[in-house]
């Protein structure tokens, strides 16, 4: 089982990531900070509810945390071989999230699903659960 030290403390009680032989399976990874609540993009209301949220502000911080724990766990983005990807808006969000997965995933093209949800565990838009293979 892996921890990274850089990427926002599980919600629950897992790991970030586990190798298995050559395959690094990663825990959901969301776009929270380590070390705090915040989470990037999302403006609250005086009630603690989400009054709005930037969605481009989330995928950057989720392919940041996914990032860290690959790299804590001795491997690499180009490592990655499947990717799932979890909206809470697929409606509002897909074009902006399909945009920067493009980005970020130009020279890596690992096999995707992306699905809506209708809540994640924190207020959150997107979450990734990612598979890698060690070499």
Excluded at 40 to 50: A, E, I, L, R
Excluded at 104 to 113: V, W
Aim: overall charge neutral; hydrophobic content about 40%; proline content about 6%.
């Amino acid at each position: 089982m892996i921890d990274s030290s850089r990427a926002p403390e599980p919600v629950g009680l897992y790991p970030h990531a586990r190798r298995v032989g050559n395959f690094l399976f990663l825990s959901g990874i969301g776009p929270r900070r380590r070390g705090s609540k915040e989470i990037p993009g999302v403006t609250f209301d005086k009630n603690g509810s989400v009054a709005s949220y930037d969605i481009e502000a989330q995928c950057r911080a989720v392919f940041e945390n996914v990032r860290f724990v690959l790299e804590d766990s001795g491997a690499r983005w180009e490592d990655l071989v499947d990717v799932t990807v979890f909206l809470t808006d697929i409606g509002r969000d897909f074009a902006a999230y399909n945009r920067l997965y493009g980005e970020y995933f130009k020279d890596n093209r690992p096999c995707r699903t992306t699905v809506e949800v209708a809540a994640l565990p924190t207020p959150i838009a997107i979450e990734m659960k990612c598979i890698a293979e060690i070499k």
